[in-house]
Structure formats: structure tokens, C-alpha cells
């Protein structure tokens, strides 16, 4: 179950990083496109909207020097003279009708539409006016032209007023293209920004929920290493340390006592006549007794020394850091005491005695596996000397 639920959790955290990480991207190409579009929209309408100036401007420059070339043209006296102005004049006007072109092949929207309508039929209502002028001045020498200059000039400056119209529409056109241009792309930044913020959010909250998770996790895995380190080393009735952590935590009271020239005291106690109150009242009763006697035992002595038991009826007492076996047969009597004392089995009262073995460790060469072995050979010698009885090795 650990493991299914580790690895769903893995899993989970895959798909939620990659969800954020998938958004990141999404939210990256398609502002990016955003933009790029954008751009191309500008960069076209730019590009028509200069080839529609330029070809307006072109279309205003050959009105105005073709005013000019007419005006210059009057002050000659032959035709002959005029002549040459006339090539420049039916040059300009090819100019004119070729920037035209061009501006019709680009995107016209309604109103340049209409502009270049009134345009081409202001031109063709005077042509006819500029066409007999044109003939005056090819077939008579000088002669008093103004009144017939001033209707063409007048034609002229009607026709270049429409396209002073066409080049402001375009001014402001272009202005208005910069102006939606960088209202759009506040747009697009603000929602790349505002999706950012809330994948950055989302990705915050997601990190945030793992570390919880995380910690947790790790926590309650803390917890059950300690459980499984309590079980492995203590005793599952009484909750003392086991036989296993006895032996390691006596290597480290040997190694301590040569190591400060103290002694130590170990101590075997087995339980008296245990075996029938088992087979009389049962093993629930039974625990129920050494439960007690464990507790019992606790009470007596040191914070310093430690109280296990081996299995069974057996329990082990270490003493570290005495100063003589005075000091080991003090807590030996106490223990004899205390153990003895009524206990009520079952609604009935009854006593249970100790044999109780004592090594007192003075620096000798020895291991925690030796010692133990040493006490329980001096606790089988008590159980010779009788019950409640206790002897030194």
C-alpha cells in the first residue's frame, strides 16, 4: 500500500508540474502568435498605407508642376518655345496617371474610396476646359492667356485640394494604426501578463501543496521509523528495550566504564514459581503480572541504568558508573522488597518472589554477551540457595 500510494503521489506531482509547465508553453506560443500577427497586421497596413501616401504624394506633385508648366508656357511668345515645356507637361501627367494606377491596386477603404471618385470626376469634368487651353497655347503665339489660366489654375487647385483631403485621410489613418497598434498590444501584454501571474499562482499553490504534502509525508514516515525502531528494540508487553538493544546499550556501559575506570553493575532477575500462575489463571494474567512487576521494578531505581527484559520471566538490570558492589546489593534488596509484595491475581492475593544474579564489572576484558552470561550463571546459583535470594559473581 506504502508503495501504490507513493507511487500515485509521484505520478500526481508529474502531471501537475506538467500541467503548469504545458501552460507556461501554451500561454508563451500563443502570446508570442499574438504578437506576431499583430505585427504582420501593422507591418501590412503600414505598407499599404505608405504605398497610398507616396503614390497621393506623387499624384500632388504632378498636379502642381503641371499649374506650374501652364503658368510658364503663357509667358512664352511662340509655340515653338512652348514646346519643350509641353514634353515636361505631358511627362508629369504620366506621372500622375501612373501614381494613380498605383493607388488603385492598394486596399482602399469607403472613404478613399469616395475621395478618389469625386478625384476622377473632378479631372474628367475639366479635361475639356485644359484641352483647349493646351490647344491655345500650341497654335498661337502670345496673347493675353490669364483668363483662360486662371479657370485651368482654379481646376488645378480643386483637384490638388482632393488629394490634400486623400493625404491628411492617410496622415490620420496611419496615426490610427499606431494608436489601435499600441492599444493592442497593451492588450496582449496585459493578458500574457494577467495568464502569467495566474500560472505563477497556480504553480505557487502546486509547489506549496507538495511541500505540505511532502512534509507530511515525511512526518508520518519519521513517526513509523520511530515506531519500527521501538518495536525492534523494546519488548511488545512491558515496553522495556529487548534483549537485542540490552546487549547493544551494555557494550556501550562496558566500554564507557573502562574508559572512565568506573564499574558496572549487571543484574539478572528471574521471576519464582511463575510458570504455575500461567497454568493456573492463563497467560492474560500472566502479563498482567509481569506488567506490574516491570513497573514496579522501574520505580526503584536510577534515571542512569536501565531495566530490560530478556524473554519470558527474565529481566536485566544494568547499573552504570557504581562505585562498589555496596552500591549493586543496596538496589538488589530493594528489588527483592519490592518484588515480593502482595499481588492480586485474579481477585486473589498472592507473592512472587526473585533469584537474582549480580556481575560487578571491575575493567575486566569482556563483552556485553559475556557479562549477561556471567549474571545468569550467579542468578542460577541464587535459585539453589532458595527463593528470594540473590547472589554475587
Not at 493607388?103 to 478625384?119: R, V, Y
Not at 521501538?230 to 566504564?257: K, S
Request: aromatic share 10%; proline share 2%; charged share 20%.
Amino acid at each position: 500500500m506504502v508503495h501504490r500510494g507513493s507511487g500515485f503521489r509521484f505520478f500526481f506531482y508529474l502531471i501537475g508540474f506538467s500541467a503548469i509547465f504545458l501552460a507556461f508553453i501554451y500561454t508563451s506560443v500563443f502570446s508570442y502568435q499574438q504578437y506576431a500577427n499583430l505585427r504582420a497586421e501593422l507591418t501590412t497596413a503600414n505598407s499599404n498605407n505608405d504605398v497610398q501616401l507616396r503614390a497621393a504624394m506623387a499624384m500632388r506633385a504632378a498636379v502642381r508642376e503641371r499649374a506650374i508648366l501652364l503658368w510658364q508656357m503663357t509667358l512664352l511668345e511662340t509655340p515653338e518655345a512652348r514646346k519643350q515645356l509641353f514634353n515636361t507637361f505631358y511627362s508629369q501627367g504620366s506621372e500622375y496617371h501612373k501614381s494613380r494606377l498605383t493607388l488603385l491596386n492598394t486596399e482602399l477603404d469607403p472613404p478613399e474610396q469616395n475621395i478618389i471618385a469625386k478625384l476622377d470626376k473632378q479631372t474628367a469634368n475639366r479635361f475639356p476646359e485644359l484641352r483647349t487651353f493646351t490647344e491655345l497655347l500650341t497654335n498661337n503665339r502670345f496673347q493675353d492667356f490669364r483668363l483662360e489660366l486662371s479657370k485651368v489654375l482654379k481646376d488645378k487647385t480643386t483637384i490638388a485640394g482632393l488629394l490634400d483631403q486623400f493625404i491628411t485621410l492617410q496622415q490620420a489613418q496611419n496615426e490610427k494604426v499606431w494608436q489601435d497598434s499600441a492599444h493592442k498590444m497593451d492588450e496582449v501584454l496585459s493578458e500574457l501578463i494577467t495568464r502569467m501571474v495566474l500560472i505563477i499562482l497556480g504553480g505557487f499553490m502546486f509547489a506549496l501543496y507538495v511541500m505540505v504534502t511532502t512534509s507530511k509525508q515525511n512526518k508520518l514516515i519519521r513517526i513509523a521509523n520511530q515506531e519500527l525502531h521501538h518495536l525492534a528494540c523494546h519488548d511488545n508487553l512491558t515496553g522495556l528495550p529487548n534483549r537485542r538493544f540490552l546487549l547493544h546499550q551494555l557494550e556501550i556501559v562496558l566500554a564507557a566504564a573502562k574508559r572512565k575506570q568506573h564499574k558496572a553493575a549487571i543484574i539478572f532477575i528471574d521471576l519464582d514459581d511463575f510458570k504455575p500462575i500461567n497454568d493456573t489463571y492463563g497467560h492474560d494474567i500472566g502479563d498482567q503480572c509481569l506488567q506490574n512487576i516491570s513497573n514496579r521494578i522501574s520505580e526503584v531505581i536510577r534515571g542512569s541504568d536501565m531495566l530490560g527484559r530478556l524473554g519470558g520471566d527474565e529481566f536485566l538490570l544494568i547499573l552504570s558508573e557504581i562505585d562498589s558492589s555496596t552500591q549493586a546489593i543496596a538496589v538488589i534488596q530493594k528489588l527483592l522488597e519490592i518484588i515480593n509484595k502482595e499481588l492480586l491475581v485474579d481477585g486473589q492475593i498472592t507473592h512472587i518472589s526473585a533469584s537474582i544474579g549480580l556481575y560487578i564489572y571491575a575493567l575486566e576484558d569482556i563483552n556485553a554477551e559475556e557479562a549477561i552470561t556471567l549474571a545468569d550463571k550467579a542468578m542460577y546459583q541464587a535459585k539453589k540457595m532458595g527463593k528470594n535470594q540473590f547472589y554475587i559473581i
